[in-house]
């Protein structure tokens, strides 16, 4: 059965999932959703398949228009040995819970768990579609999609990509990471202002016709490696499948029993994943929704009421500071009785006055949801904590997760058992993760401190780490929040 992709605020209908990959985002504005969650008929069935086995069989589910000598050509492509370990996405069990290592990529973040594959997937949508504009990635990071993006479209014939992100941030590593990316096709912008200034900015850039028409003649076109493309949602599914398979196999759950999910969250996509595999029939409970200090969301979840008005905090979770949540517009969609009429006046009270209430009616349909927040202090202290008593190192964002889940368990006493995803690997974030164990450690540099990593936490440091010792800058670029579009023209000379 062919699934079509349609607009969450109505102005776009059946479009193909290859199409819909290629445009990011609709003319409207909205995101793209599947006009209907595919079922899994027999779970138990794919309980031996590996990993890239399983993902072509979840996402040809979603991705009705790629043939499957397309679609399995994409999933070798990606997960290869650019992963350090051929499970693609173990689970380690410590002080009782499942952490589901989502950074074994080539970024060391969990962003390479579906860019790695993203470009395969635009090229192969590229070809289908018969388009021969030069595709031109536009992405807003906070720090971890920018690396993992530049990574999968560095060189990759007939794509270009642009990444911008908040200049004082992301961490050293992760700065480092991006400014030393080779590939004549990658340009990467530091902008003054904040994570929601560049997502902002790269939103009004996708939005504008005459510049796409510009564009147009001069064979280019935009799209999005931003987890609001449906082609990031689609594979982040996949690890939600394997890691209760995973558990299934190794008995340590009964066929049908479910689990807890909970993910560390900024822009929804993540968590998103997890609600669409359970909708499609994976035994998930609780989805419980972890943030930070910028906890707009668990405020959502606590009272309907989004608010993006209030202080934008920079934590040690630097992915996660987000205040506008944009993958909760397919939730809101959903819960609205996939009403775009609806999702879009909410959409636009967002934008013009940073608030919106949802109805009791929706509010009912957040059952499985359950929004948690963790402060710094809470989160560093769950790095010492878990690794004084099992010697596991956990980075920052795992631990506000890992946070969350005490105080959820400690609140309702549920002790179904429970995935965490864990979405860094600590060499990122080198320096929390360190100081949070011991503030002795602080005095070192950068470097050092990964070293003295390596031995803390008794795991060789990643490639991914080693590569940008010594790299050259090769990306310098500056721009104030309001002049992206100029850096844009520059690049592309035009
Ligand atoms: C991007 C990111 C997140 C947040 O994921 P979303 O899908 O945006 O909610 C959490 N942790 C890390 C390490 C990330 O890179």
């Known amino acids: 059965m062919a699934v079509l992709y349609s607009s969450t605020r109505g102005g776009e209908k059946g479009v193909t999932a290859s199409q819909a990959i290629l445009k990011g985002l609709a003319c409207d504005g909205g995101l793209f959703v599947p006009s209907e969650i595919p079922t899994i008929e027999n779970l138990k069935d794919w309980k031996e398949l590996d990993y890239k086995q399983l993902a072509y069989e979840v996402m040809k589910l979603y991705l009705t228009d790629f043939t499957e000598e397309e679609l399995k050509n994409c999933i070798e492509h990606a997960y290869d040995q650019k992963f350090d370990t051929e499970v693609i996405a173990p689970m380690t069990e410590a002080d009782g819970v499942f952490y589901l290592e989502l950074f074994h990529g080539a970024t060391i973040a969990f962003k390479d768990m579906a860019l790695s594959i993203l470009p395969h997937l635009m090229t192969t949508s590229a070809k289908k579609n018969k388009i021969e504009n030069e595709i031109v990635i536009l992405t807003a ?92 949602l689609v594979p982040q599914i996949v690890y939600y499948v394997f890691a209760y398979l995973t558990l299934l196999r190794e008995e340590r759950v009964a066929e049908g029993e479910q689990i807890n999910v909970v993910v ?103 059952e499985s949801y359950s929004g948690g927040y963790a402060s710094e202090a809470e989160t560093a202290a769950k790095i010492k904590d878990l690794y004084e008593k099992t010697g596991y190192v956990i980075d ?67 490639n991914a780490i080693d590569e940008i010792r010594n790299a050259p800058v090769l990306h310098d670029h500056i721009c104030e929040k309001d002049a992206m579009v100029d850096e844009v023209k520059k690049f592309l000379g035009i």
Do not use: W
Request: hydrophobic share 35%; with cysteine; charged share 25%.
């Open 141 to 232: 990071t906070s720090g971890d999609t920018g690396k993992a993006a530049l990574a999968g479209f560095a060189d990759v014939e007939g794509t270009r990509i642009i990444v911008f992100y908040p200049k004082n941030g992301v961490s050293p590593v992760q700065e480092r990471q991006m400014v030393t990316q080779k590939g004549d096709n990658t340009y990467v912008v530091g902008i003054h202002g904040n994570f929601d200034d560049a997502q902002s900015g790269v939103k009004k850039i996708f939005n504008d016709k005459e510049l796409a028409e510009y564009m147009n003649s001069k064979g280019y076109q935009f799209s999005s490696a931003n987890s609001i493309n449906i082609g990031r």
């Open 264 to 366: 560390p969250t900024g822009n929804f996509g993540n968590i998103l994943a997890a609600y669409y595999a359970k909708n499609m029939g994976v035994p998930i409970d609780k989805l419980i929704c972890a943030s930070n200090d910028n906890k707009v969301l668990y405020d959502f979840f606590e009272t309907g009421c989004y608010d993006k008005n209030r202080e934008f905090v920079l934590t040690s979770s630097p992915s996660m500071d987000i205040l506008i949540s944009s993958n909760l517009e397919r939730l809101i969609y959903r819960i609205c009785g996939d009403n775009p009429v609806m999702n879009k006046d909410f959409m636009e009270s967002l934008q013009n006055t940073g608030v919106y209430h949802i109805t009791k009616e929706m509010k009912d349909k957040l």
């Open 396 to 462: 920052t964002h795992t631990a506000v997760a890992a946070s969350v889940y005490d105080k959820y368990v400690k609140a309702t006493g549920d002790v179904t058992k429970t995935v965490i995803a864990s979405t860094a690997s600590p060499f990122k974030f080198g320096r929390s993760v360190l100081n949070a164990i011991d503030s002795k450690y602080d005095a070192l540099s950068d470097f050092e401190q990964i070293d003295e990593l390596a031995k803390v936490a008794n795991v060789a440091i990643p």
